[in-house]
């Protein structure tokens, strides 16, 4: 009797799903703000990316710091810039900046701020320079 033992190999193959880099991009963008001054101000955009991207804010250009007065947060996809009592410095052009491996997307919006003032107060505007707004407060009651 002839015996015959047949040996079947199985190949084991690993494989590993390579993620592939994903480029930032705003799934929700900082929209303009018109604020009073010494009020506090919010800056808020949802981002995506892979790997998550590193987030940087700028004013007017300039990146920005933190600060006793200005706090910068990311919790999951959601980037703030928290301005706690706004000056009229602070006027300008804020942008966000999402950057990783795959690529770079920006957001940018305007900050204006209210100034109120208890007389009349004119200043020249150069071309190219911030605005900052004055509102005035008129009475009859001398």
Sequence with gaps: MDTREEVVVVEERVVQETVRPLPPRFV????????????PV????????????????????KEVRA????EMVVVEDVATLEIRKVTKEDVGVFS???????GVATCTANLVVIGIVTEFDLQAVSAGSNL???KF????DF
């Design 28 to 39: 929700e963008r900082i929209q303009p703000i018109i604020s009073e001054v010494e009020r």
């Design 42 to 61: 919010l800056f808020k955009c949802k981002v995506q990316g892979s790997p998550f991207p590193k987030i940087v804010w700028y004013r007017n250009g």
């Design 67 to 70: 600060t006793e007065n200005v």
């Design 96 to 102: 966000c900046k999402a950057s990783n491996p795959a």
């Design 132 to 134: 900052y707004f004055e």
């Design 137 to 140: 407060c008129l009475s009859n």
